[in-house]
């Protein structure tokens, strides 16, 4: 019965954030999802109302992101079609280079942020300075997937910390990107600009048009054998079951590791959600070698994880112990303001010196990104090229097959966590600005671009 009514609650949540977001025009030009509304209406009706509502209806909502994380990721990848087009990979090495720079920065500024400022002055711990790329790069999902990692390791304020940058860092980064998006207009920097006021009102309300409404996905099998959204949960549920096998694989691995290994955890504190990425990416494979991808659409796929993310995010936002927040304000304001900053710096100064063509649109689709999710970063990307007339749109798609399985989320996103808490946070600054001087080397050699705007 707990169940039922979260899963009740939620659904009228998600609702009632659409309404509220359908009727009220700041919410229409800030863009905000239907999903933070949501929570942060769930948050304010637990937080003012408190004991007066009954725990059963929001019991479950902070085991939830954990789960539905693991849906996002092993969705990732399955029913992806190859790209058959000359040069895809010249086209997306600046791009992936522009990522992998934003995302190793955002580690380097958080713990220089931590060891040289807030560390001393409010005692916040070294993986305090990771929540810059957890919550902004990675988002509400990764938090969600890490909250169990931050509980194993002692940190139990991580995930609610992380779920307030995540937030923070989706709201900034469409207000932000949108006041980034009027000045390069003024600039003459992108002259294919659709604002605000050019929509028309169910575009602003973010509802089609009736006879215009898109197809959700293609049905790849008859209904008489298996429902053709069933068949893609039951894909999902697969691409999950291979992650857990290596979780487990790891799990036991870690009983025969060198001792060092053994006795910082990092094996056994390792997430599930990569590993269902990669598991995913794996049955991708399969599927394709044995010419079974046919029955796995992306489209399907893409509104199964849109679906598992909208729930993920108002659950999250929803379940924020404000009691952390209110005791970690300043110091998560400083590292919100530092992360904001470094994002808009690249997107000025390297934007225009990596990128021969269409920099700015390929630039903001990267800001959008590192501060929320890829929508976010999709979200702009249409606002400055809404019939994709520049290469941006396709640069992009083509960077999240090398930048996912890393950075947001990735492998380093989880390795990070466990390492910082166990080795401290000078090693982990370390590797990331190796990391770091390594791209910007590899833009310096390869990419560099020198125009007059550029002066």
């Known amino acids: 019965m707990i169940a039922v ?3 009740c609650g939620l659904c009228v949540l998600l609702v009632l954030g659409k309404i509220i977001r359908t009727y009220i025009p700041l919410f229409q030009r800030l863009y905000l999802p239907a999903s933070v509304i949501g929570g942060g209406l769930g948050l304010l009706i637990i937080t003012i109302l408190g004991d007066r509502i009954s725990p059963e209806w929001y019991a479950s909502w902070s085991k939830l992101p ?4 693991n849906i996002v990721f092993a969705s990732l990848f399955l029913g992806v079609r190859h790209s058959g087009r000359k040069g895809a990979m010249k086209l997306a090495m600046p791009q992936i280079c522009f990522g992998q720079i934003l995302a190793w920065g955002q580690y380097v500024v958080g713990l220089v942020a931590v060891l040289l400022l807030l560390g001393p002055l409010f005692g916040v711990p070294d993986v305090f300075g990771n929540l810059i790329e957890i919550g902004f790069e990675g988002g509400h999902g990764t938090v969600g997937g890490l909250a169990r990692t931050f509980d194993q390791l002692g940190w139990k304020e991580g995930a609610d910390l992380g779920y307030t940058m995540a937030t923070a860092g989706m709201i900034f980064g469409i207000v932000i990107g949108m006041v980034l998006i009027n000045i390069a207009a003024r600039r003459g920097y992108v002259s294919n600009i659709r604002t ?4 028309s009102l169910l575009e602003r309300r973010g509802i089609y048009r009736f006879r215009r409404q898109p197809a959700a996905g293609r049905e790849t099998v008859h209904s008489d054998s298996v429902d053709s959204l069933a068949l893609h949960i039951a894909v999902i549920g ?3 079951l291979i992650g857990f096998g290596m979780k487990e694989g790891l799990a036991l691995f870690n009983n025969i590791a060198p001792g060092w290994i053994r006795e910082t955890h990092i094996l056994t504190s390792f997430p599930l959600f990569p590993l269902c990425m990669i598991g995913g990416l794996i049955l991708q494979y399969v599927l394709r070698k044995t010419k079974a991808h046919v029955i796995v659409d992306g489209g399907q796929m893409q509104h199964l994880s849109g679906a598992a993310l909208d729930f993920l995010v108002v659950s999250a936002v929803a379940s924020i112990q404000i009691k952390f927040v209110i005791a970690y304000w300043l110091p998560l304001l400083i ?3 530092a992360g904001t900053l470094w994002n808009m710096a690249l997107v000025w100064y390297l934007g225009p010196r990596i990128f021969k063509e269409a920099w700015f649109e390929r630039s903001i689709a990267e800001f959008g990104q590192s501060m929320g999710v890829t929508a976010t970063g999709l979200l702009l990307l249409r606002t400055v090229d809404p019939e994709n007339k520049t290469c941006a749109s396709s640069a992009f798609g083509y960077k999240q097959l090398f930048h996912e399985p890393i950075m947001g ?11 910082v808490i166990q080795k401290g946070g000078v090693l982990v600054l370390g590797i990331c600005l190796a990391f770091l001087l390594m791209w910007f080397g590899i833009w310096r050699c390869f990419f560099y671009v020198k125009s007059p705007q550029n002066e």
């Open 5 to 7: 009514m979260s899963f």
């Open 66 to 69: 954990g789960f539905l994380i």
């Open 196 to 199: 605000f006021d050019d929509l």
């Open 238 to 240: 697969i691409a999950v």
């Open 335 to 337: 590292l919100i303001v």
């Open 409 to 419: 989320g990735g492998i380093w996103t989880s390795l990070a966590v466990p390492l």
